[in-house]
């Protein structure tokens, strides 16, 4: 084990300090694609925190698909404003007309990806992947609209369909609440400051930088810059219950809401994943190893936010690395977290 990899942890980090420099080294390793920074808060504090050369505190890393964990929370913010309803039918438009079987989708099943919405997630070809489309291809200068056209496949409620697209509905309808104008400009401006003013300045996430596409729209499934402590503030956010030193940002319910499992999969919440057997497939995370309740905003290459509740814990990972490695990563951050169980 290197110098620099003790040096990362702090003498008391609340479990082993060697083994806990040592799991994080290997979070480092080659066979683990490109790890650029790691952070283990324990009990409120940063116990470790590493860098990949070329990367450190004030570097801002892409979410990828942990914005959605950040757009669930600004839904939250919304419906305990009164300006939308969780089991409402969700107020899109294009879906009010008389007849539009989609006009029955609700807002909870919109947050749980149950909205029976086409779609078609990370297939081959890429280039056919709805999310890609949506994101770089035909949908992009108006992704809200691209995710609103499509027709059900299913019965909403019924399917459990984890899907970016959805993310963008969610973004779209929080602009629509925040501001009757429908121009990109204070679409993006209204989003932008409800953000920065109800969740990132109280959180102290200072860095955040949300991206929009050219209809003012929040990329809310993909594209929110941050740096890695940015991050880990707020996995504390999550792991308090939405309470940022004693003052309750928002209601803590909204975040028992999110870490339940949806009733179509037992590994989802509502934006955000569970360590939980999956009901379907595979499991994202490490439930015959982690606790129970812990919960995280996974995104695209191997973008980690972990929280645990009962441990006191938030591990961060932020990197690069293809699909063929990231069992790999999540057994790493699972060797982590079994130095405080």
């Known amino acids: 084990m290197s110098d620099s990899a003790l040096k990362a942890v702090v003498k008391a980090p609340g479990a082993d300090r060697e083994k806990l420099a040592r799991a994080i080294e290997n979070l480092f390793a080659e066979d683990m694609g490109e790890t650029r920074a790691v952070i283990v808060m324990k009990g409120g504090r940063i116990v470790a925190e590493r860098y990949a050369q070329g990367y450190h505190e004030n570097t801002r890393f892409v979410s990828w698909s942990m914005a959605k964990s950040v757009t669930g929370v600004m839904i939250g913010m919304l419906v305990s404003d009164g300006r939308l309803r969780l089991d409402e039918t969700a107020p899109v ?143 504390e956010f999550l792991r308090n219950k939405g309470s940022v030193k004693g003052a309750q940002i928002m209601p803590r319910q909204w975040i028992d809401f999110m870490v339940t499992p949806s009733p179509r999969e037992g590994q989802y919440g509502a934006q955000i994943w569970l360590n939980r057997q999956a009901t379907n497939g595979d499991s994202s995370l490490f439930p015959d190893r982690g606790p129970k309740d812990l919960f995280a905003c996974i995104g695209h290459l191997g973008q980690y936010v972990l929280v645990s509740p009962s441990l006191g814990l938030t591990v961060v990972r932020l990197g690069k690395t293809q699909d063929d490695q990231g069992d790999r990563v999540v057994d790493g951050l699972a060797d982590v977290v079994a130095l405080y169980r």
Request: net charge negative.
């Open 93 to 235: 438009p294009a879906w009010q007309r008389p007849g539009d079987p989609r006009g029955e989708i609700t807002l909870r099943q919109l947050l749980q990806m149950r909205s029976g919405l086409r779609h078609s997630e990370a297939i081959d070809p890429i280039y056919e992947s709805d999310e890609v489309r949506m994101l770089f291809l035909d949908g992009r200068d108006n992704m809200a609209r691209y995710a609103e056209d499509q027709p059900l496949e299913a019965e909403p409620g019924r399917k459990f369909e984890y899907s970016s697209a959805t993310s963008v509905i969610l973004a779209d309808l929080a602009a629509r609440v925040l501001t009757p104008a429908p121009d990109p400009e204070s679409r993006r401006n209204a989003v932008a400051d409800y953000l920065r003013t109800r969740l990132f300045e109280p959180a102290g996430m200072k860095s955040m930088l949300p991206e929009f596409d050219r209809s003012g729209t929040l990329v809310g499934g993909s594209l929110i810059h941050g740096t890695a402590r940015d991050w880990a503030k707020f996995g």
